[in-house]
């Protein structure tokens, strides 16, 4: 996760073996526990739990795996980047070669 003047930004890379929603999920349930094992409240886990559940909530998963799942097939690199800002989330997605 990378941070810089209050964007958070969660960067998940998925494979023909876990898909971007599989991550996703994995990915909130150990910020979650995460949050819950500390026992404090933590802003930076919070926002990057609350812009994972965004996330989870609003993306078209089936229609995300059919845009990147070819780009894997052919042995390119997928890079999902999931930004928080200001209350708000976003993301975007990268070919690598």
């Known amino acids: 996760m990378i941070k810089s003047k209050e964007t958070i930004c969660i960067e998940l890379k998925p494979n023909l073996n876990t898909c971007i929603e599989t991550l996703s999920k994995k990915e909130y349930e150990q910020t979650l526990n ?7 409240l933590d802003e930076e886990l919070g ?5 994972l559940r965004l996330f989870l909530e609003s993306a078209n998963f089936a229609q995300l795996r ?26 975007e997605w990268k070919v690598e070669s």
């Open 34 to 40: 995460l949050l819950l094992k500390e026992g404090i």
């Open 47 to 51: 926002d990057k739990l609350e812009a």
């Open 66 to 91: 059919g845009q990147y799942e070819g780009y894997l097939t052919n042995e390119r690199k997928i890079t999902f980047l999931i930004y928080y800002k200001e209350r708000k989330m976003s993301y």
